[in-house]
Structure formats: structure tokens, C-alpha cells
């Protein structure tokens, strides 16, 4: 961008968007890791093709987790200091598969986000937006024998990020999934249903597949809500290790 | 064959996953100094050569006799049992570290590798890639990965052996961009 130019406006943000969407109407399931909308991957995505490979045996195992490593407490993000955390207390709860349907067990789940006025407890997260002094939002979890993961938390509030000119975040829990192998390995973000600034946001729009953009959307669950205390999402994750197509062109 | 579900789709690590991700211990596989402990290190470099202070990098690896390992306790390490298993934060300077094992081959005569997951802000999903030990040069000549690279692309996934273990930088974007490997169908 030359020196003097005005920043980015969300209308040519979404713009942007909007081109690439249409000539991607095909695309996999997967984001463009070369998806310009998104300011901090122009110098950060591959150039090359994925090469394709055989996994080797090393590869078609991954690390092992167990009672050492999770303490059962760490699954409550709502209950790691004194008091209470403002804001809507909810649980997010859901089963992990591979892409054959069978359940992902004992395997690690780790969780983090923003508080309900959308601050991380992050010493370079200069939002001023209060910190919560009974809020880290941090958790991890082990799957049970049938792939079930189980938090319990507080919505998180949306905040700006500077992509460009009052870009916001949509609300979103960061999700760190390990599946049967490691190819299978996965980081990735839940958003709520219905929430307005999803179309703005190029993170979410680098998934130009809309069948794919709503695998990350939970789904409202009261049956799922702790009575008269929390309300519940439902979110199911599998892990394939995907592929998907790099670059845009 | 085709996954009859596809899977769920990634999004960048993003900024803050210092919060959560990174762990005492975590680079540690093995308490640096102890027998047969060695570094494996170097840098994540983004596509002007810059480095990367907010990515986040997974080891994976066999133990030294090969085989794969299947012990708990990565993230609650009691020094003497070996997972197989790493993660190290980059640094202000794009740097990362692990002590750990050198692994053996999967099968005689196959290239000994490290497995590793790349994690960064501005990365919109994980890359993976593999490690090789730069020592067996018929065994790195037969692999069948390395051998139908060109040799320039091939030499982005061979470390460069050091008194105490080995460097490796992991390229981003660029000339040198490091190969970056997805599972055949």
C-alpha cells in the first residue's frame, strides 16, 4: 500500500470478498490460505502446490493424551478464580469424528477467546474494552470414549482488529483439535449462528465454500442448557486432514 | 477415495494463542543436556525474509529406535518419559528451539524425519511438513518423497547438522519456500 494511501474501507474489504467468493463457486472445503482480504496472509501463504505424500507410519499416529496431562477442572473457564465472569454463561458441548464417522476418544481439545466485552486476557490485545478480572478464557478438555467434549464458559463479546478501517471480529471460541493421526490435526474457530458481522469478516469469508462456512457455525441446543443457569451451543467437529486448494488461481 | 463427511475447516491460530497453546515444557521432549538430548532449532521466515514472532510449531517423531511412540504426559512432562511430541512458540526474533531425540527410520533403510505442524497468524490454516536428518545420504537419495523434488525444492526439507543437533528454517513464501506436504488421497 503506498505510503499515503487511505486505509481500507469495509466496503472495499467487502468488495474484495464478494470477487474472490464468485470465482471460487467451486472451491473445497477448506479456507484460501492466499486470500488477500485477510492483510496479515499476503506474506505469510505458501506460493508452491501442497505436494501430495504418502503418510508414513509416524504419521498415521499422534500424540497420546491421558489423566496426566487434563485436570477434569480445566474444562470450566467459568470457575478459575473467585468470583464469577460477567457474562452470558453458556456450555459448548459436541461430539469429534473422523470423516468415516467414528468417534475421536480420548483426545485433546484446547480452547481460548475473548472475554463478554470481547478482550483477551493477552498482554498485546489493546482493546480497551475491560478485562474481567474473574475471566482468563482459557480450557482443555479430553474427549470421552464416544468423542463428546464438554466446556463450560461465557460468550464472547466481538471486537475490532485493525484488518482495516473498524473491522470487527465476529464472536468466536479458538478450537485446538488433535484427531486419530496427525494428519488430522486442526486448529480452528466456532462462531454463533445468525451473528451480523460473519459476512464482514474475511477470516471466515477465506472459506469461500458456504457448505464449509456453516461446519464452524454451533447451533443453539437447549437441550444442552444447565437449568435456570446457562444457556448451551452445540458444535460436532471432524477431522479428515483435508485438502483443499491453496491459491487462488 | 473420498472422506464420505468432509471435514471441518481450519482458521488462522491468530494472535492470542499465547493464552493457551504454549506450555512449560512444551519444546522439551527430552531435558536439554540429558543423554543423547540434541537441539533442533531455526527460524519462521515470512516472503521478504522476515521473521515470524507469532507462529507456533508441533514436533512429531518417532523414538530413536523408530518406532512410534504412544506415551501420555506432553503437556505434564516428568522428565524421564519420552512422547514423541513438542510444541515450541516463536520468539521476538521468528526463533523457535526444541531438545529432544534423533529419530530412527520407520523401516530399514527409509530417511529418518521429524514431523512438524506450522501454526501463525496471517496463516489461514496449518501447513505440515517433514524434517529429514541430513547424515543418510543413500537412504535421503531413496526416499520417495524426496527423490521426485527438484533439487532445490528438495533441499527446503533437509536440516543442516550442527555440533549439537541440527537448524532448520521454515520458509513461509519465497525462493525458498519450504515444501509443504498434504496426504495423498
Given at each position: 500500500m503506498p505510503e499515503n494511501a487511505p486505509p481500507d474501507t469495509q466496503e472495499s474489504i467487502s468488495a474484495e470478498i464478494a470477487s474472490i467468493a464468485a470465482a471460487h463457486e467451486k472451491a473445497g472445503p477448506g479456507p484460501l490460505?492466499?486470500?488477500?482480504?485477510?492483510?496479515?496472509?499476503i506474506l505469510r501463504h505458501p506460493t508452491f502446490a501442497p505436494v501430495q505424500v504418502d503418510p508414513e507410519e509416524v504419521e498415521l499416529a499422534g500424540p497420546v493424551f491421558g489423566a496426566r496431562d487434563v485436570d477434569p477442572t480445566d474444562a470450566d473457564l467459568t470457575a478459575q478464580h473467585p468470583g464469577e465472569p460477567v457474562g452470558e454463561r453458556m456450555v459448548v458441548t459436541g461430539r469429534i469424528t473422523d470423516g468415516a464417522g467414528r468417534p475421536v476418544a480420548g483426545q485433546l481439545v484446547e480452547v481460548w477467546q475473548a472475554n463478554a466485552a470481547g478482550r483477551y486476557a493477552h498482554g498485546r490485545d489493546r482493546h480497551p474494552a475491560p478485562l474481567d478480572p474473574n475471566f482468563t478464557g482459557t480450557g482443555r478438555s479430553l474427549t470421552d470414549a464416544d468423542g463428546w467434549y464438554r466446556f463450560v464458559t461465557i460468550k464472547p463479546g466481538p471486537y475490532p482488529w485493525r484488518n482495516h478501517l473498524n473491522a470487527w471480529r465476529p464472536a468466536h471460541i479458538h478450537f485446538s483439535l488433535f484427531g486419530r493421526d496427525f494428519t488430522e490435526r486442526v486448529v480452528t474457530q466456532m462462531y454463533f449462528p445468525g451473528d451480523p458481522l460473519l459476512p464482514l469478516d474475511p477470516i471466515f469469508q477465506s472459506i469461500p465454500d458456504t457448505a464449509g462456512q456453516q461446519r464452524l457455525l454451533a447451533t443453539y441446543d437447549h437441550g444442552v442448557t444447565r437449568p435456570e443457569w446457562s444457556t448451551g451451543y452445540r458444535w460436532d467437529i471432524v477431522l479428515t486432514g483435508p485438502r483443499r486448494t491453496w491459491t487462488q488461481s | 477415495m473420498t472422506d464420505p463427511t468432509p471435514g471441518t475447516p481450519g482458521q488462522t491460530v491468530g494472535p492470542f494463542f499465547g493464552l493457551s497453546l504454549p506450555y512449560a515444557g512444551g519444546p522439551e521432549l527430552v531435558p536439554?543436556?540429558?543423554?543423547g538430548a540434541i537441539r533442533l532449532h531455526g527460524q519462521v521466515l515470512d516472503g521478504v525474509g522476515e521473521p515470524v514472532p507469532d507462529a507456533l510449531l508441533e514436533l512429531w517423531q518417532a523414538g530413536p529406535d523408530g518406532a512410534v511412540v504412544r506415551e501420555?504426559?506432553?503437556?505434564?512432562?516428568?522428565?524421564?518419559?519420552?512422547?514423541?511430541w513438542g510444541r515450541a512458540a516463536t520468539d521476538n526474533a521468528g526463533h523457535w528451539s526444541f531438545s529432544t531425540l534423533r529419530p530412527g527410520p520407520g523401516r530399514p533403510g527409509a530417511a529418518p524425519f521429524f514431523a512438524l505442524t506450522v501454526f501463525a497468524r496471517g496463516l489461514l490454516d496449518r501447513l505440515r511438513t517433514r524434517i529429514y536428518l541430513p547424515e543418510s545420504e543413500s537412504s535421503l537419495a531413496a526416499d520417495p518423497l524426496l527423490s521426485a523434488l527438484p533439487a532445490e525444492r528438495r533441499a527446503t526439507l533437509v536440516a543442516t547438522a550442527e555440533p549439537d543437533g541440527y537448524v532448520f528454517d521454515v520458509v513461509l513464501q519465497g525462493d525458498r519456500e519450504t515444501v509443504f506436504l498434504e496426504s495423498r488421497p
Amino acid at each position: 500500500m503506498p505510503e499515503n494511501a487511505p486505509p481500507d474501507t469495509q466496503e472495499s474489504i467487502s468488495a474484495e470478498i464478494a470477487s474472490i467468493a464468485a470465482a471460487h463457486e467451486k472451491a473445497g472445503p477448506g479456507p484460501l490460505l492466499d486470500y488477500p482480504p485477510y492483510r496479515s496472509s499476503i506474506l505469510r501463504h505458501p506460493t508452491f502446490a501442497p505436494v501430495q505424500v504418502d503418510p508414513e507410519e509416524v504419521e498415521l499416529a499422534g500424540p497420546v493424551f491421558g489423566a496426566r496431562d487434563v485436570d477434569p477442572t480445566d474444562a470450566d473457564l467459568t470457575a478459575q478464580h473467585p468470583g464469577e465472569p460477567v457474562g452470558e454463561r453458556m456450555v459448548v458441548t459436541g461430539r469429534i469424528t473422523d470423516g468415516a464417522g467414528r468417534p475421536v476418544a480420548g483426545q485433546l481439545v484446547e480452547v481460548w477467546q475473548a472475554n463478554a466485552a470481547g478482550r483477551y486476557a493477552h498482554g498485546r490485545d489493546r482493546h480497551p474494552a475491560p478485562l474481567d478480572p474473574n475471566f482468563t478464557g482459557t480450557g482443555r478438555s479430553l474427549t470421552d470414549a464416544d468423542g463428546w467434549y464438554r466446556f463450560v464458559t461465557i460468550k464472547p463479546g466481538p471486537y475490532p482488529w485493525r484488518n482495516h478501517l473498524n473491522a470487527w471480529r465476529p464472536a468466536h471460541i479458538h478450537f485446538s483439535l488433535f484427531g486419530r493421526d496427525f494428519t488430522e490435526r486442526v486448529v480452528t474457530q466456532m462462531y454463533f449462528p445468525g451473528d451480523p458481522l460473519l459476512p464482514l469478516d474475511p477470516i471466515f469469508q477465506s472459506i469461500p465454500d458456504t457448505a464449509g462456512q456453516q461446519r464452524l457455525l454451533a447451533t443453539y441446543d437447549h437441550g444442552v442448557t444447565r437449568p435456570e443457569w446457562s444457556t448451551g451451543y452445540r458444535w460436532d467437529i471432524v477431522l479428515t486432514g483435508p485438502r483443499r486448494t491453496w491459491t487462488q488461481s | 477415495m473420498t472422506d464420505p463427511t468432509p471435514g471441518t475447516p481450519g482458521q488462522t491460530v491468530g494472535p492470542f494463542f499465547g493464552l493457551s497453546l504454549p506450555y512449560a515444557g512444551g519444546p522439551e521432549l527430552v531435558p536439554p543436556g540429558s543423554a543423547g538430548a540434541i537441539r533442533l532449532h531455526g527460524q519462521v521466515l515470512d516472503g521478504v525474509g522476515e521473521p515470524v514472532p507469532d507462529a507456533l510449531l508441533e514436533l512429531w517423531q518417532a523414538g530413536p529406535d523408530g518406532a512410534v511412540v504412544r506415551e501420555p504426559g506432553s503437556l505434564n512432562r516428568d522428565g524421564w518419559t519420552f512422547t514423541g511430541w513438542g510444541r515450541a512458540a516463536t520468539d521476538n526474533a521468528g526463533h523457535w528451539s526444541f531438545s529432544t531425540l534423533r529419530p530412527g527410520p520407520g523401516r530399514p533403510g527409509a530417511a529418518p524425519f521429524f514431523a512438524l505442524t506450522v501454526f501463525a497468524r496471517g496463516l489461514l490454516d496449518r501447513l505440515r511438513t517433514r524434517i529429514y536428518l541430513p547424515e543418510s545420504e543413500s537412504s535421503l537419495a531413496a526416499d520417495p518423497l524426496l527423490s521426485a523434488l527438484p533439487a532445490e525444492r528438495r533441499a527446503t526439507l533437509v536440516a543442516t547438522a550442527e555440533p549439537d543437533g541440527y537448524v532448520f528454517d521454515v520458509v513461509l513464501q519465497g525462493d525458498r519456500e519450504t515444501v509443504f506436504l498434504e496426504s495423498r488421497p
